[in-house]
């Protein structure tokens, strides 16, 4: 089990210029305490709480932490295919590698509404756009006249780091993202205050594992949890990549979460 | 002050492990930094077959935690082929990983294989732009925007993280002919002025940027950045045979993408006349040499920002390095520290 930490993310206030600075202090924190993986928050861009872009986030951050990056989960449905998988690109070869993306249909309707993308299209730009990204990866000329997207006979230049595709966790919010996941071969991230569809999710989640896809399980917490217990519960049920989320109303007060679950993520290992 | 930056074009050719040109422009980053450079920065290109370049904005993120001396400059986003709203989130993001050293250079684009990609007219780019542009602006402010118009529909939005310069980072606007002088003099902070304009042609145009900024009601600008073709040498003969071959390769490339679309004729003749064209707007030399021609630019046009080119097709990085190093001395001569 990798036990990871989510840097942020709920409603605070935060000025801009302490955003990135506590972050990369918090990283460096969790990193030293043990957490072997740092968690961005999702991907928004319009009416909540500061949060940086996840894939410009996770670059930097890349700099100085030598932990695996976990994007927040990434609303692909509004942008091209092709810019998206040349940046998901560039921020694994600016982690060496040490990248998994987490991609998530459920958005905010304020972010839909900003970018005049219908609610109805998400799941169906998703499963386009990923399917995209893995021959922009991987071919040499792509033409691609889709539902959604245009690719005219491009010639993709930009290689993954070591030529490996980043492992993809879909955001499991319904069923229809359990069919999506099962569709485009990727893992799975899911949280611990959603328990519908709890058959279809452990045939997904054995499906997910028996391919060496990663089921990542989001906890929020707002005191120190006793992890050896949290630990024993996921890893039944199939997890293996654990992120608590620290819920505090401040930068500082996250910060201090941070560090006394990393005090005991230290203690557990 | 003058500062002189290190820019990274879409120059490594295809086949080249990308692991290594990863490490090797986090590398000369670095070296910038240790060697006097006041910024770096680095383009905006998708699928840029024969050359293999990484995107924009998680590249600077990274490079800006790499040299946090240096100032972060985006040369640049090519604003029509975006959304409004993407880009100054994205724009806002990089401002605040860089502690507020962001300038945000942008531009139309020009490549018929990118507006075609992103299902945008070539023809609607100058639209395009200021439209988004004006966009952003409101959006960076902090205000609550709500705009119907020609190519964009936002109602009552807000960036979640707005940057940590007020009201907005400095936004340099990439220009190659009059009317986009203009555009750059009503809408941006700085022009950034075509790689092709000679010292007379750009100081024409400082006459008419700072004029139409007059008409407009605005104040001279604080800041003028340029951009120049560059080849450093221990002698002026390294320097020329060094650069040739890699600057017309590039120029080359260049122009089998479009480029020349975007120039004027008398830029297109020049494309066909490397020789002209590095006599006219290249910096050429022995490091006494290129200091002495930088040293012009600032005292004639008064530039701010002189970014130069160290690397060209085919170059190898310990080239590079040898350059960054060489450009140390052109600074140390410039009387910067």
Same mark, same amino acid.
Not at chain 2, 32 to 40: E, K, L, M, Q, V
Not at chain 2, 306 to 312: D, G, V
């Given at each position: 089990?990798?036990?990871g930490?989510?840097?942020?993310?709920?409603?605070?206030?935060?000025?801009?210029?302490?955003?990135?600075?506590?972050?990369?202090?918090?990283?460096d924190?969790?990193? $030293?305490?043990?957490?072997r993986l740092? &968690?961005?928050? #999702?991907?928004?861009?319009v009416?909540?709480?500061?949060?940086?872009?996840?894939?410009?986030?996770?670059?930097?951050l890349?700099?100085t932490?030598?932990?695996?990056?976990?994007? $927040?989960?990434?609303?692909?449905?509004?942008g091209?295919?092709?810019d998206?998988?040349?940046?998901?690109?560039?921020?694994?070869h /600016? #982690?060496?590698?040490?990248?998994?993306?987490?991609?998530?249909?459920a958005?905010?309707? #304020?972010d839909?509404?900003?970018?005049? !993308?219908?609610p109805?299209q998400?799941?169906?730009?998703?499963?386009?756009?990923?399917?995209v990204?893995?021959?922009?990866?991987?071919?040499?000329?792509?033409?691609?006249?889709?539902?959604f997207?245009?690719?005219?006979? &491009?010639?993709?230049?930009?290689?993954?780091?070591?030529?490996?595709a980043?492992?993809?966790?879909?955001?499991?919010?319904?069923r /229809?993202?359990?069919?999506?996941?099962?569709a485009?071969?990727?893992?799975?991230?899911?949280?611990?205050?959603?328990t519908?569809?709890?058959?279809?999710r452990?045939?997904a989640?054995?499906?997910?594992?028996?391919?060496?896809?990663?089921?990542i399980?989001r906890t929020?917490?707002d005191?120190?949890?006793?992890?050896?217990?949290?630990?024993?519960?996921?890893?039944?049920a199939?997890?293996?990549?654990?992120?608590?989320?620290?819920? /505090?109303?401040?930068?500082?007060?996250? /910060?201090?979460?941070v560090?006394?679950?990393?005090?005991?993520?230290?203690?557990?290992? | 002050?003058?500062?002189?930056?290190?820019?990274?074009?879409?120059?490594?050719?295809?086949?080249?492990p990308?692991?290594?040109?990863?490490?090797?422009?986090?590398?000369?980053?670095?070296a910038?930094?240790?060697?006097?450079?006041?910024?770096?920065s680095?383009?905006?290109h998708w699928?840029?077959?024969?050359f293999?370049?990484f995107?924009?904005?998680?590249?600077?993120s990274?490079?800006?935690?790499?040299?946090?001396?240096?100032?972060?400059?985006?040369?640049?986003?090519?604003?029509?082929?975006?959304?409004?709203?993407?880009?100054a989130?994205?724009? #806002?993001?990089?401002?605040?990983i860089?502690?507020g050293?962001?300038?945000?250079?942008?531009?139309?684009?020009?490549?018929?294989?990118?507006?075609d990609?992103?299902?945008?007219?070539r023809?609607?780019?100058?639209?395009?732009?200021?439209?988004?542009l004006?966009?952003?602006?409101?959006?960076?402010s902090?205000?609550?925007?709500?705009?119907?118009g020609?190519?964009?529909?936002?109602?009552?939005?807000?960036?979640?993280?707005?940057p940590i310069?007020?009201?907005?980072?400095?936004?340099?606007?990439?220009?190659?002919?009059?009317?986009?002088?203009?555009?750059?003099?009503?809408?941006?902070d700085?022009?950034f002025?075509?790689?092709?304009?000679?010292?007379?042609t750009?100081?024409e145009?400082?006459? !008419?940027?700072?004029?139409?900024?007059?008409?407009a009601?605005?104040?001279p600008?604080?800041?003028?950045?340029?951009?120049?073709?560059?080849?450093?040498?221990?002698?002026?003969?390294?320097?020329?045979?060094?650069?040739?071959?890699?600057?017309?390769?590039?120029?080359?490339?260049?122009?089998?993408?479009g480029?020349?679309?975007?120039?004027?004729?008398?830029d297109?003749?020049?494309?066909?006349?490397?020789?002209t064209?590095?006599?006219?707007?290249? !910096?050429?030399?022995?490091?006494?040499?290129?200091?002495?021609?930088?040293?012009?630019?600032a005292?004639?046009? $008064?530039i701010?920002h002189?970014?130069?080119?160290?690397?060209?097709p085919?170059?190898?990085?310990s080239?590079?390095?040898?350059? !960054?190093?060489l450009t140390?001395?052109?600074?140390?001569?410039l009387?910067?520290?």
């Open positions: 089990m990798i036990i930490v989510q840097l942020g993310g709920w409603d605070i206030e935060a000025k801009p210029e302490e955003l990135f600075t506590s972050l990369a202090k918090m990283a924190t969790a990193a $030293g305490s043990g957490f740092l &968690a961005m928050p #999702a991907q928004t861009w009416g909540r709480s500061p949060t940086l872009q996840p894939l410009e986030t996770v670059s930097a890349a700099e932490c030598d932990a695996t990056l976990l994007t $927040g989960p990434l609303l692909v449905a509004v091209h295919p092709v998206i998988a040349e940046q998901i690109a560039t921020a694994q /600016a #982690a060496d590698g040490r990248l998994i993306v987490e991609v998530q249909t958005a905010e309707p #304020a839909l509404a900003a970018f005049q !993308i219908d109805t998400v799941g169906p730009r998703t499963r386009e756009s990923i399917a990204w893995r021959r922009i990866w991987f071919e040499d000329f792509v033409d691609h006249a889709g539902t997207y245009k690719v005219p006979g &491009a010639q993709p230049t930009l290689r993954l780091h070591g030529g490996n980043p492992a993809i966790a879909l955001s499991v919010h319904a /229809a993202d359990l069919e999506v996941a099962r485009l071969d990727t893992g799975l991230s899911m949280t611990s205050e959603s519908h569809h709890a058959p279809e452990m045939a989640i054995s499906t997910a594992r028996a391919s060496r896809l990663p089921v399980m929020p917490i005191t120190p949890v006793a992890l050896d217990e949290q630990i024993a519960v996921h890893a039944a199939g997890v293996d990549h654990l992120v608590l989320q620290p819920k /505090a109303p401040t930068l500082p007060d996250i /910060a201090r979460l560090r006394e679950c990393g005090e005991l993520v230290s203690e557990s290992s | 002050m003058l500062e002189v930056g290190f820019h990274m074009g879409p120059v490594v050719l295809r086949g080249t990308m692991e290594r040109q990863w490490h090797e422009h986090v590398e000369q980053v670095r910038a930094a240790d060697h006097g450079f006041g910024f770096f680095v383009g905006t699928v840029i077959h024969p293999q370049y995107s924009i904005f998680p590249w600077l990274r490079l800006a935690a790499a040299a946090p001396s240096l100032t972060v400059v985006s040369s640049v986003v090519l604003i029509p082929l975006g959304h409004p709203v993407d880009l989130s994205r724009v #806002a993001a990089i401002d605040v860089s502690g050293r962001f300038r945000f250079g942008c531009g139309l684009g020009y490549r018929a294989l990118e507006f990609m992103f299902d945008r007219s023809r609607h780019r100058a639209s395009l732009f200021e439209e988004s004006e966009l952003m602006i409101r959006l960076w902090g205000e609550r925007v709500t705009h119907h020609r190519f964009f529909t936002l109602d009552d939005v807000a960036l979640s993280t707005l310069q007020r009201p907005r980072p400095p936004i340099w606007i990439a220009t190659n002919s009059e009317p986009a002088t203009r555009r750059a003099a009503r809408m941006g700085a022009p002025w075509s790689p092709f304009f000679d010292l007379p750009l100081m145009h400082r006459v !008419i940027f700072e004029a139409e900024r007059s008409q009601g605005l104040p600008p604080t800041e003028i950045p340029i951009a120049r073709e560059y080849s450093v040498g221990r002698t002026h003969r390294q320097a020329v045979v060094d650069g040739a071959a890699g600057m017309a390769k590039k120029w080359e490339v260049y122009a089998e993408h480029l020349q679309g975007s120039l004027s004729e008398d297109k003749k020049l494309l066909d006349d490397f020789d064209m590095a006599g006219g707007t290249f !910096i050429i030399g022995d490091p006494a040499e290129c200091a002495d021609q930088i040293e012009l630019y005292s004639e046009l $008064g701010t002189m970014k130069l080119r160290l690397q060209y085919g170059m190898p990085h080239k590079v390095m040898e350059r !960054i190093r140390g001395e052109v600074i140390r001569r009387g910067i520290t």
